[in-house]
């Protein structure tokens, strides 16, 4: 079988899993009342995709079980931290913003532009993953420095995380803006350390020239943490805040940078 061949295998084999994952979850979201369950597939679905694309494999097997491990402990951690925020809690306020505008059945309107929508964000984003395992040589030093890249945004997001689970765990915090550790260099640790990861991740998959051809891939994903359903929305949901205006004004909007005086 040829390369491109194989790699056709690979993007139908992964895009019929995240079909049958996004209509599991949506099953599972009807059930529960709450649309957000997406929110724990969406790290699941890359962690799956890495794996067949592993699986599959028809260039370097090294680089592609790289990748499928570094991908899995950054969706399992992250599928793990939202599932766990969202304990006892209700909808996401966004999913309530988005599907308040339904032209028709809530639900409907939910399976296409919630799910299905997600499912087929995962394809695309994680096209580096799935085209490396089919066309890559041996692993080099760009790969290294992409694991240290991924390395780097994976502690940044997983301590952005933990701090702001203890800031909100203490009662006296109530309703107080989180602007300390990571929170006081950038006001979304998270999205930027999710940017390192795929960044990482596009340098370990870059084998050979056919990853250049998945750089829309990456652009993508830059974009939705920066200017689509990340930092822009959250911004907007939280500028009503107390202290939410003072606390913007000081702090790196996406970059870490030092805070500027009060």
């Given at each position: 079988?040829?390369?491109?061949?194989?790699?056709?295998?690979?993007?139908?084999?992964?895009?019929?899993?995240?079909?049958?994952?996004?209509?599991?979850?949506?099953?599972?979201?009807?059930?529960?009342?709450?649309?957000?369950?997406?929110?724990?597939?969406?790290?699941?679905?890359?962690?799956?995709?890495?794996?067949?694309?592993?699986?599959?494999?028809?260039?370097?097997?090294?680089?592609?079980?790289?990748?499928?491990?570094l991908t899995a402990v950054w969706g399992v951690r992250l599928a793990a931290h939202i599932g766990t925020r969202a304990l006892g809690h209700g909808e996401d306020?966004?999913?309530?913003?988005?599907?308040?505008?339904?032209?028709?059945?809530?639900?409907?309107?939910?399976?296409?532009?919630?799910?299905?929508?997600?499912?087929?964000?995962?394809?695309?984003?994680?096209?580096?993953?799935?085209?490396?395992?089919?066309?890559?040589?041996?692993?080099?030093?760009?790969?290294?420095?992409?694991?240290?890249?991924?390395?780097?945004?994976?502690?940044?997001?997983?301590?952005?995380?933990?701090?702001?689970?203890?800031?909100?765990?203490?009662?006296?915090?109530?309703g107080r803006i989180m602007d300390r550790g990571l929170w006081a260099w950038t006001r979304h640790p998270n999205y930027f350390g999710d940017a390192c990861v795929?960044?990482?991740?596009?340098?370990?998959?870059?084998?050979?020239?056919?990853?250049?051809?998945?750089?829309?891939?990456?652009?993508?994903?830059?974009?939705?943490?920066?200017?689509?359903?990340?930092?822009?929305?959250?911004?907007?949901?939280?500028?009503?805040?107390?202290?939410?205006?003072?606390?913007?004004?000081?702090?790196?909007?996406?970059?870490?940078?030092?805070?500027?005086?009060?």
């Amino acid at each position: 079988m040829t390369a491109v061949a194989a790699l056709g295998v690979n993007l139908a084999a992964t895009a019929a899993a995240l079909l049958a994952l996004v209509l599991g979850a949506f099953v599972i979201g009807r059930r529960v009342g709450r649309h957000s369950v997406i929110d724990v597939a969406w790290g699941i679905g890359f962690v799956a995709v890495a794996g067949i694309s592993a699986l599959l494999a028809t260039a370097d097997p090294a680089r592609a079980w790289l990748l499928f491990a570094l991908t899995a402990v950054w969706g399992v951690r992250l599928a793990a931290h939202i599932g766990t925020r969202a304990l006892g809690h209700g909808e996401d306020p966004r999913y309530d913003r988005l599907l308040s505008r339904a032209p028709g059945s809530r639900d409907a309107y939910a399976l296409r532009m919630v799910y299905l929508l997600q499912g087929g964000l995962i394809w695309l984003i994680s096209l580096p993953v799935q085209v490396s395992a089919h066309t890559s040589s041996q692993l080099g030093p760009v790969a290294f420095a992409g694991a240290a890249l991924w390395l780097f945004g994976f502690a940044f997001e997983a301590v952005g995380d933990a701090q702001l689970r203890r800031f909100k765990a203490d009662p006296a915090n109530r309703g107080r803006i989180m602007d300390r550790g990571l929170w006081a260099w950038t006001r979304h640790p998270n999205y930027f350390g999710d940017a390192c990861v795929w960044w990482g991740l596009f340098l370990v998959a870059c084998g050979s020239w056919w990853a250049l051809l998945t750089l829309p891939s990456l652009a993508v994903m830059t974009y939705l943490l920066t200017r689509g359903s990340g930092q822009r929305l959250l911004d907007e949901y939280m500028s009503d805040r107390p202290g939410w205006t003072e606390y913007a004004d000081r702090t790196s909007a996406f970059l870490p940078r030092p805070p500027r005086r009060r």
